[in-house]
């Protein structure tokens, strides 16, 4: 009975925590006229994604973006940028080595610029693939295609709410010489925000048993709202789930995918719509879908004008109520980007 029962748990359980891979490409002569990502063939995506296990389902475009809704999560697809984020036991990592040559053979750039992989502890670990369970096993994965790659922790391992990050390091490791002559010129920011324990009413929307279709899910959570003037593409799974995303005409995102199920519930937004401050944004997230525990990242370049240890920094409390409390921050300076890190839970009833 007891092997049975677990046989059952692990066959219904769905891990929601995404793995987040975000490459951006250059030149090593500095000459990108003819140079887009956009250019590699939509059969050779479906064949890397493949690879990853999972697959396109909806598209929505721009002269700016490409945006994919996949059977788990999402990838979008600029000039310079790539970005794949993968939830269950997906293995995005796997897409490296084919996606650096469609890069060369289609797109036209021959060095990597810069990498995040990054993603929140999972629940399951046990249930993921080589080298997930780990991430040990993950840096040791990417660093057999990246020279001068680091891996960093935040937050206490042995909690719910640590978070892991892979990126580029600065030359000599030093850490002061946060810019170099590579640097990218244009202004670039993400805000993360992810959210566990959630309102099972809010969660609820999400489930076919109360919504019809994505676009019914979209309205009645007021996920249009969060950042309004959006092209939405969205989809509602069965029995339940939610993906959706957003492109602006001027080529920004937000994404959101959500596993409602109360045993595990699990929702994640992220956008780069550039913000002096995060804070509404992150207001109308929280108020949205009224998570117990949220993890909030925030990387900026220095020509953004979002100063990510500034919004951290004054956002102790979070929620139309408050009811949220910072139990940690942190910040530190990487390669091309300042990162700021925050941990926020219930107050104590």
């Known amino acids: ?185 244009d202004p670039d920011q993400t805000l993360e925000v992810l959210m566990t324990d959630l309102d099972p009413k809010v969660m609820n929307i999400f489930t076919r048993h109360e919504s019809s279709s994505a676009a019914e899910a979209t309205k009645n959570s007021g996920i249009a709202k969060i950042i309004p003037n959006m092209v939405i593409d969205d989809y509602l799974f069965e029995p339940c789930g939610y993906s959706m995303n957003g492109i602006s005409k001027n080529g920004y995102y937000m994404t959101i995918h959500i596993t409602p199920e109360p045993e595990y519930s699990y929702v994640s937004f992220e956008t780069n719509v550039p913000q002096a401050s995060y804070k509404d944004i992150i207001s109308r997230v929280i108020d949205t879908f009224k998570p117990g525990n949220v993890v909030v990242t925030i990387f900026a370049n220095k020509a953004s004008q979002t100063q990510p240890a500034g919004d951290t920094r004054d956002l102790v409390k979070l929620g139309s109520g408050g009811h949220l409390l910072r139990q940690e921050v942190k910040c530190c300076q990487l390669k091309n980007y300042d990162l700021s890190f925050a941990v926020y839970t219930k107050f104590p009833s």
């Open 1 to 185: 009975m007891m092997a049975e029962t677990e046989m059952n748990m692990n066959s219904q359980f769905f891990e929601g925590v995404e793995k987040l891979l975000e490459i951006w490409f250059t030149r090593a002569d500095g000459n990108l006229k003819q140079c887009d990502l956009r250019k590699i063939p939509r059969q050779q995506w479906e064949n890397m994604l493949k690879i990853v296990h999972c697959e396109i389902i909806s598209f929505v475009s721009n002269d700016r973006v490409d945006a994919y809704v996949l059977s788990e999560s999402s990838m979008f697809v600029s000039r310079r940028r790539f970005i794949l984020k993968t939830c269950g036991t997906t293995t995005p990592l796997q897409c490296l080595e084919p996606l650096l040559l469609l890069v060369k053979q289609y797109a036209g750039f021959n060095e990597v610029e810069d990498v995040f992989y990054s993603r929140k502890n999972f629940k399951r670990p046990d249930l993921q693939k080589h080298p997930y369970s780990s991430f040990e096993q993950e840096v040791s994965f990417l660093d057999n295609f990246f020279d001068d790659g680091e891996g960093y922790i935040m937050g206490d391992t042995t909690s719910n709410d640590c978070w892991y990050l892979y990126t580029l390091t600065p030359p000599n490791n030093k850490i002061s010489c946060r810019l170099t002559n590579n640097a990218p010129s």
